[in-house]
């Protein structure tokens, strides 16, 4: 289950809570504060923070996008992750 669903899950369980189980809620609430317990930031030094900040400024992201772009970035620059195949007879002429 996505975040998504679990905070629409429980805005429409807040829509109609006199309708909702007990058993339903705890279940939500559990969830929720299971999402909760495990989101916890990753941080970082001084330095790196400030870069962070400039960086998400620049790109006109959040922090924890940021990091995720240039973990992804990192990633597929490393082979981590597949890269996009170009035919080598093919003409690109600098394009995907």
């Given at each position: 289950?996505?975040?998504?669903d679990?905070?629409?899950?429980?805005?429409d369980?807040?829509?109609r809570?006199?309708d909702?189980s007990?058993?339903?809620?705890q279940?939500?609430l559990?969830r929720?504060?299971?999402?909760?317990?495990?989101a916890?930031?990753v941080s970082m030094?001084d330095?790196?923070?400030?870069v962070?900040?400039?960086?998400?400024?620049e790109?006109?992201?959040?922090?924890?996008?940021?990091?995720?772009?240039i973990v992804?970035?990192?990633m597929?620059?490393?082979?981590?992750?597949p890269?996009?195949?170009l035919?080598?007879?093919?003409?690109?002429d600098?394009?995907?």
């Open positions: 289950m996505t975040a998504t679990t905070a629409t899950l429980l805005e369980a807040a829509d809570i006199a909702i007990r058993p339903d809620l279940i939500m559990r929720a504060a299971l999402r909760l317990r495990n916890s930031a030094d330095d790196v923070e400030e962070l900040r400039d960086l998400a400024g790109f006109g992201l959040t922090r924890n996008d940021t990091i995720r772009f992804r970035e990192w597929a620059k490393n082979t981590y992750l890269v996009d195949m035919d080598k007879d093919g003409d690109v600098g394009n995907r």
